[in-house]
């Protein structure tokens, strides 16, 4: 059977240990920790324990680092970030409500006769 393709798991699966998600965001393990203690990313734990990264949260990281080169410290970053969560949740909720009332009904206008 073989060994499952990266891109065969879910992105929000968490299956990356700090040391894997630290290599593939270009970043030492302890700052995935100090960011975890932020609330920057907010890895799984497995038995409550060890931290489990998924792809979305090295992606997430990858953000972190690009807006921190940028100069902002990471009070902003997370504020940042946070509102784009908020800001994708409120589109998908009106995405959903307009799919939702989005009617098909067929309307059929006479104009009134003249008296």
Do not use: C, F
């Amino acid at each position: 059977m073989g060994q499952p393709q990266p891109d065969m798991i879910p992105e929000d699966a968490p299956v990356y240990v700090i040391s894997v998600a630290a290599d593939l965001a270009g970043l030492h393990p302890q700052t995935l920790r100090q960011y975890d203690r932020l609330g920057i990313v907010r890895p799984s734990r497995a038995g409550g324990k060890y931290r489990l990264y998924s792809m979305r949260d090295v992606r997430r990281l990858r953000q972190v680092q690009d807006l921190a080169g940028e100069g902002m410290n990471l009070i902003g970053i997370k504020r940042v970030l946070d509102l784009e969560e908020r800001l994708a949740e409120v589109e998908s909720r009106l995405a959903r409500y307009e799919a939702r009332e989005a009617s098909t009904a067929l309307v059929v206008w006479r104009p009134q006769r003249r008296r």
